[in-house]
């Protein structure tokens, strides 16, 4: 939902903060999800990779799905790294 400009500067401050740090933790809740659904990709692959290793053609295509998931993994995990610079621990 996009929101104009007159709209954030019709809120004070604390009220911005307070909607910055829900989107915050939305996207961290998002970020942990994914890495959730990264980690089943991963193990799925692996366990098809095991059952085509003798078919170079398919074994290149689950070794590709395997390299992409990883680096959606570590890209979600940089987003939830940066939970401990902007809120405070629970």
Same mark, same amino acid.
């Given at each position: 939902?996009?929101?104009?400009?007159?709209? /954030? /500067? #019709?809120?004070?401050?604390?009220?911005?903060?307070? *909607?910055?740090?829900?989107?915050?933790?939305?996207?961290?809740?998002? %970020?942990?999800? &994914?890495?959730?659904?990264?980690?089943?990709? /991963? +193990?799925?692959?692996?366990?098809? #990779? #095991?059952?085509?290793?003798?078919?170079?053609?398919?074994?290149?295509?689950?070794?590709? &799905?395997?390299?992409?998931?990883?680096? &959606? +993994?570590?890209?979600? +995990? *940089?987003?939830? %790294?940066?939970?401990?610079?902007?809120?405070?621990?629970?």
């Amino acid at each position: 939902m996009a929101v104009s400009e007159q709209a /954030l /500067l #019709d809120v004070s401050c604390e009220e911005r903060c307070e *909607k910055l740090e829900a989107a915050l933790r939305m996207v961290w809740v998002y %970020s942990h999800e &994914i890495s959730n659904h990264v980690t089943v990709i /991963l +193990g799925n692959s692996e366990l098809i #990779d #095991d059952a085509v290793h003798e078919h170079e053609s398919a074994h290149k295509q689950v070794q590709e &799905i395997a390299c992409c998931a990883r680096r &959606i +993994g570590r890209a979600a +995990g *940089k987003v939830s %790294s940066l939970r401990e610079h902007f809120l405070p621990r629970e």
